[in-house]
C-alpha cells in the first residue's frame, strides 16, 4: 500500500510518469522503498536542496506508522 501510494506521488512530479517504478524490499532493518525514474527527472524527485525528496520521506513515514520505512532514490545511469 505504501509504494502504491508512493508512487502515485512522485507520478505527480516527474514528466516522464511511465518509468516511475517503487520496489519494496524487506531488509533486517525494515523496509526500503527504492524508487527509481527516468535520469531528466531525477532533480525534480529530489528538489532544490532535496526538499521534495524530504517532503516523500515525511509522507511515507507518517504512512508506515510505527513500523517505519526508508525512500531511497535510486540513479539509474550509475552501474554497479
Given at each position: 500500500?505504501?509504494?502504491?501510494?508512493?508512487?502515485?506521488?512522485?507520478?505527480?512530479?516527474?514528466?516522464?510518469?511511465?518509468?516511475?517504478?517503487?520496489?519494496?524490499?524487506?531488509?533486517?532493518?525494515?523496509?526500503?522503498?527504492?524508487?527509481?525514474?527516468?535520469?531528466?527527472?531525477?532533480?525534480?524527485?529530489?528538489?532544490?536542496?532535496?526538499?521534495t525528496a524530504t517532503a516523500f520521506r515525511t509522507?511515507?513515514?507518517?504512512?508506515?506508522?510505527?513500523?517505519?520505512a526508508r525512500v531511497d532514490f535510486v540513479d539509474?545511469?550509475?552501474?554497479?
Amino acid at each position: 500500500m505504501i509504494a502504491e501510494a508512493l508512487e502515485h506521488l512522485v507520478r505527480g512530479v516527474v514528466d516522464n510518469p511511465d518509468d516511475v517504478s517503487v520496489q519494496d524490499k524487506q531488509l533486517r532493518r525494515g523496509s526500503v522503498l527504492e524508487v527509481r525514474v527516468h535520469p531528466d527527472d531525477l532533480g525534480k524527485v529530489i528538489g532544490r536542496n532535496g526538499r521534495t525528496a524530504t517532503a516523500f520521506r515525511t509522507v511515507v513515514s507518517a504512512l508506515a506508522g510505527r513500523g517505519g520505512a526508508r525512500v531511497d532514490f535510486v540513479d539509474v545511469d550509475r552501474r554497479r
